[in-house]
């Protein structure tokens, strides 16, 4: 695999489960790309945790007159941030950095 190929699949890593393209390639023992597919898979996976929190509050908030606007804020709150986190995942990989996302970037599922 090239460093072409690398950066591509370093990419898909910010996009939804896109990280698993990655992640089944042969060469996902390179660094920079593991990097960036273990930043990917913790984003995906606090987007479901998010979506399912969403879920869960509209289902029991939802119905209520006033109080129904909470999982409208949520969602768009849930929503904004993952955009912007793939947006600064996709950058860090465009200037070839290997910067950990902020407040989720520290977590390390990928050894």
């Not at 072409?4 to 996009?15: A, G, M, P, R």
């Not at 913790?42 to 209520?64: K, N, P, Q, S």
């Not at 910067?99 to 977590?107: K, M, Q, R, W, Y």
Request: glycine fraction near 6%.
């Amino acid at each position: 695999m090239n460093n072409q190929d690398i950066k591509t699949f370093s990419y898909l890593s910010y996009i939804g489960p896109f990280f698993l393209i990655g992640l089944f390639s042969d060469n996902r023992k390179n660094p920079k790309l593991r990097f960036h597919l273990n930043q990917g898979m913790i984003l995906a996976i606090c987007e479901a945790v998010g979506l399912t929190v969403h879920y869960i509050v509209d289902m029991f908030l939802g119905h209520i007159p006033i109080i129904s606007i909470i999982p409208s804020v949520l969602l768009i709150f849930i929503t904004l941030c993952s955009i912007a986190l793939s947006l600064l995942g996709i950058f860090n990989v465009a200037s070839d950095k290997l910067n950990p996302l902020p407040v989720i970037g520290s977590v390390n599922l990928l050894r």
